[in-house]
């Protein structure tokens, strides 16, 4: 079993920054593609970013391309997404995940973070 945890959540003025991250403990992730997921209120579950193994495949939804980053550290277990330029759009709970699959399948997907809320005020 993988267990992921994701902090770096809050509330941002528009035009500001956050930086998510999420620690992963147990299986290793060795191989494994990470990536974030966000749900607004009343919307369906939508895939924001996932990054390869080896960083060398990088997926972006086209409504955070230029703004959001995706990054990992194998070495600390660790996956980041940097949100610069943020928007009241981005609000959302979001979550990590992992899978032992191709990182651009968002059916891949099937370890889980708790979330952790973005709220962004216009």
């Known amino acids: 079993q993988v267990q992921l945890v994701e902090s770096g959540g809050g509330l941002v003025q528009a035009g500001g920054s956050l930086r998510l991250s999420c620690a992963a403990s147990?299986?290793?992730?060795?191989?494994?593609?990470m990536g974030w997921f966000r749900q607004a209120p009343g919307k369906e579950r939508e895939f924001v970013a996932a990054?390869?193994?080896?960083?060398?495949?990088?997926y972006y939804v086209d409504s955070v391309k230029g703004r959001f980053t995706i990054s990992r550290d194998n070495a600390k277990n660790t996956v980041y997404l940097q949100m610069n330029s943020l928007k009241a759009e981005d609000t959302a709970v979001y979550y990590c995940?992992?899978?032992?699959?191709?990182?651009?399948?968002?059916?891949?997907?099937?370890?889980w973070g708790q979330g952790t809320q973005v709220t962004v005020s216009s």
């Open positions: 995940a992992a899978s032992y699959r191709s990182a651009l399948d968002p059916q891949g997907y099937n370890y």
């Open positions: 147990g299986r290793t992730l060795r191989s494994s593609a």
């Open positions: 990054v390869s193994w080896s960083g060398g495949i990088i």
